[in-house]
């Protein structure tokens, strides 16, 4: 595992903004009256679900591959995906020239796997968890020499996905708490030490799955741990960290506050109503952050300000119909 002094710094981060500028968009911070009344305090909105090809992901991805060598490039992009990173590699290797291959497993939803092919990215189903694609990509890379462009545990990664926070206190410095979901930790480690190394006391909250947290369940062990991955609504966020992970669990054990774990059941309803209330369609894994701002454990902390990580939109519409037409019955 990376050491203290290896983690992303401040600057890597605002060098990190300069680089990417060009291919990301500037997404809004905007005040949520309808959540500032229910949780509160105020609720401002990260709006990570107008980034260009639906997510926060392009950050992240943007800063690895635009810092690859032409002999990296030239032998092709491979990437192992639950949907969002696997399309912004593509939407990215599209722009740039790059031939990639994305490997995803059966859970991957319908439309993301249609959105990847449209950029014109190999998509390869291998498998029914990410794990089995994970073992299929690196036999790939042995086998072929492709360059891997991994979804979170690589510190260009987590420097790219720092600059959400870096934009976010730019506009509102005095955010005591920024809340955002956690999965594989890319986004969780790059949001904390961007925010603490601006403004040392915000509260850093991430908001995971109550059923088999991947980065959750290895923080209670002390170590990285295998867990079983579930068909989920928020299926951008389910799964395990890697047995070898080398960045993201040091970086969110030393600078996460809390993790909030959400139910399944709450996702639907707070998907149709965060539709209804803000006029937005996001995908599960982003109303997570939402209700862990409406949880218990956060309103006993106390924010004043906090800064909402709306991840992604990418939910397919069928999906979507459902979660509007009954909610109480999708899982
Ligand atoms: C990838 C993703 C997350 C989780 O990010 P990690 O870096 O894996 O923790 C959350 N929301 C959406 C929409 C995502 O695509």
């Not at 994305?102 to 449209?118: G, H, Q, Y």
């Not at 420097?159 to 920024?178: H, K, R, S, V």
């Not at 939402?290 to 992604?312: D, F, T, W, Y």
Request: proline share 5%; with cysteine; aromatic share 4%.
């Amino acid at each position: 595992m990376i050491e203290t002094s290896e983690y992303p710094s401040l600057r890597d981060i605002m060098i990190a903004r300069q680089r990417i500028e060009p291919v990301i968009r500037r997404t809004p911070l905007v005040f949520s009256e309808h959540l500032s009344d229910r949780a509160g305090f105020e609720v401002w909105l990260k709006l990570e679900n107008l980034q260009i090809a639906g997510s926060f992901k392009i950050r992240g991805a943007s800063n690895r591959i635009l810092q690859m060598t032409d002999d990296e490039r030239a032998r092709g992009i491979i990437a192992v995906s639950s949907g969002n990173h696997g399309r912004a590699v593509a939407y990215l290797a599209r722009r740039l020239g790059i031939t990639a291959k994305i490997v995803v497993c059966d859970l991957c939803p319908e439309n993301k796997r249609v959105a990847m092919r449209s950029y014109g990215a190999e998509v390869i189903v291998h498998g029914d968890t990410q794990d089995d694609a994970q073992t299929h990509a690196e036999d790939l890379i042995a086998q072929e020499g492709y360059t891997w462009a991994d979804p979170y545990d690589d510190l260009h990664v987590i420097a790219g996905q720092g600059t959400i926070a870096l934009e976010a206190f730019t506009d509102l410095p005095d955010a005591d708490m920024i809340i955002a979901p956690l999965s594989g930790g890319g986004l969780l480690s790059g949001v904390a030490l961007a925010s603490k190394a601006v403004s040392p006391n915000v509260s850093v909250i991430g908001s995971s799955m109550e059923i088999e947290p991947g980065m959750v369940r290895s923080l209670q062990a002390g170590k990285p741990v295998h867990v079983e991955e579930h068909p989920s609504l928020a299926s951008s966020i389910t799964g395990a960290i890697g047995l070898r992970n080398r960045c993201t669990f040091p970086i969110v054990r030393d600078l996460m506050d809390h993790a909030v774990l959400i139910s399944e059941d709450s996702l639907a309803p707070e998907m149709r109503r965060f539709a209804d209330n803000e006029g937005m369609i996001v995908e599960g894994g982003s109303v997570t952050s939402v209700l862990a701002a409406l949880s218990p454990e956060v309103k006993e902390r106390q924010p004043k300000r906090a800064i909402v990580v709306i991840s992604g939109r990418n939910i397919d519409l069928a999906t979507f119909h459902q979660v509007t037409q009954n909610p109480e019955m999708i899982s």
